[in-house]
């Protein structure tokens, strides 16, 4: 069985994906406030689908997405070299 952390961390990766907005942003902004790095490969497959989106809000949240990679990318960095 998962660790509690472990377990939250992919509850909020699959919030990424929903279809429910509020439950996406939602998702976005607790991973984002607290950098949860294990949530890069889901944003990442989201931002590849947004791309693709014909829909009028894709634009604006492929935005939104590629600065929380960014953000999380360089958090990623940083746990690395301070492991280091």
Known sequence: MPKRGALAD???AEWTLSA???VRTDGWALIDEFKIVNALPAL???AERLQSSRAPGA???LKSVNGI???LRLAAAER???SA
Do not use: I, Y
Request: proline content about 6%; overall charge negative.
């Open 10 to 12: 992919r509850v909020l």
């Open 20 to 22: 429910d907005e509020g």
């Open 44 to 46: 990442e497959k989201l």
């Open 59 to 61: 634009p604006h949240e």
């Open 69 to 71: 990679l960014e953000n």
């Open 80 to 82: 690395l070299s301070e």
